[in-house]
């Protein structure tokens, strides 16, 4: 049945089956960025236990040549973007997925940010 809004639609504006908007597991609903820089490393695998998708952008440089890639769930998921002055990796991992920041065919040089939409 669809749903009629009458007013402002705001975040706690009920949907279809009585669940709160905030409550849904939708990338950027009730989410902020937060610089997780100092708690992240390459090479590492982190879990997504936040209960939403999380959109990540990690700044980098690159030492030698070839792609270095995100990992999510165990698959290759993007490469990184040149930016002018270092790489860009961007990323979506889902909810309860692992992610981490692989070398590739290349090394990650230094990380510059890793920002996480969470």
Not at 21 to 28: A, D, E, M, N, Q
Not at 29 to 55: M, P
Not at 101 to 114: K, N
């Amino acid at each position: 049945n669809p749903i009629t809004v009458t007013g402002a639609l705001t975040a706690t504006t009920l949907v279809g089956d009585g669940a709160a908007l905030t409550s849904l597991p939708v990338l950027g609903v009730s989410q902020t960025w937060q610089n997780l820089t100092s708690s992240r490393a390459k090479n590492t695998t982190y879990t997504n236990s936040s209960g939403k998708a999380i959109y990540v952008m990690v700044s980098h440089g690159v030492a030698g040549s070839g792609l270095i890639s995100a990992t999510v769930a165990g698959a290759a998921s993007s490469i990184s973007i040149w930016a002018g002055t270092g790489f860009l990796t961007p990323f979506i991992v889902p909810v309860g997925a692992t992610y981490s920041l692989t070398d590739g065919t290349g090394s990650v040089g230094g990380l510059f940010s890793w920002m996480e939409l969470r």
